[in-house]
């Protein structure tokens, strides 16, 4: 059954299905492809403005990057105004746009100059047109001495994110607070269907809070590396976690986002096609094309056509 299901995980990913449609492809190549490394992925909920993570090869420099549609064209990419001097990542747009949450281990005030753990920190605009605010820690009990990650927020206002709790002696889990009359509640972890003694993290939960997608580090049906999960919530729990099989390689896949109105999952991925077999010798010319191809193993952004029922049963 493994083999099988790794054998259509490899059809939906080179494109060998009866169509298209599910076909990954590359996303903002000649933009990502400028950079280093490129992960995660916000899209403002007017389609207008993206976001993500650029950092260098190492992945030791870290800042969000911000690119607006200029007409039907994306303009430049430039530094978002709160980033650049800190090690940020993971961006999440609220649902109407106005608060940006994303990820740093800036220092809490102006005083401090060393860098903190990771916590979840938010910046806010008066309209969609508005500069961005001075950036704000999240606190308790969001927050925490542990690091947490990858913000997404279900249009009710409950907060899913992903902590790391040594203390526990686990790896990374994700967690849920709930909203409740404009506050936090003291947040929780995901049931077994979904966390496990391994490592789980970047959660998208979609906008009505009817699924998630996480991704999950070298499981036992997977493919040998990190992947994204799929389950859905029930009346009193979550359902057992699948494997998403459309978006996954056997490569490092995860940081997935959803656009609900174009049924689009975008995700980061480490995919690598390189040919290194060749039928004759390169020259430079060629050499340094194959190098320089958007999968050859670093990280990149793509999108594929989802649909969420189909997992579901």
Known sequence: MKHFTFILALLFQFGFSQS?????????????????NVRDIAIA???????????????NLSAIVVIKKVGNDWGKPQVASFSGQHFDLEPFFSHDGLRLYFVSTRPLN????????????????????????????MGSPINTEYGEFFPSIAKNGN?????????????????VSTLDHGSYSSPKALPDTINT?????????????SY???????????????????????????????????ANSDKMDYCPFVDSK????????????????????LDIKALLKEFNTY???????????????LYSN
Do not use: C
């Open 20 to 36: 298209n449609e599910h076909e990954v492809q590359p996303f903002l190549k000649d933009i990502v492809s400028q950079f280093p």
């Open 45 to 59: 909920p007017n389609g207008n403005e993206v976001m993500f993570t650029a950092q260098s090869v190492m992945g």
């Open 110 to 137: 102006s005083a401090e100059t060393e860098p903190k753990d990771f916590d979840i920190w938010y910046v806010e605009r008066t309209s969609i047109r508005s500069p961005w605010s001075q950036a704000k820690n």
């Open 159 to 175: 907060f899913y994110f992903t902590r790391n709790h040594p203390e526990l002696h686990r790896k990374d889990d994700i967690y």
């Open 197 to 209: 003694d391994g490592y789980e993290y970047n959660a998208f939960i979609s906008p009505d809070e």
């Open 212 to 246: 998630l997608i996480f991704g999950a580090y070298a499981r036992e049906d997977g493919f040998g590396s990190g992947e994204l999960y799929i389950t859905y919530k029930t009346e009193t729990s979550w359902t057992q976690a699948k494997n998403l099989t459309i």
């Open 262 to 281: 174009t049924n689009t999952l975008y995700f980061t991925s480490k995919l690598d096609r390189t040919r290194i077999k060749q039928s004759s010798p």
């Open 295 to 309: 999968d050859n193993g670093l990280s990149r952004l793509y999108k594929v056509s989802f649909d969420a029922s």
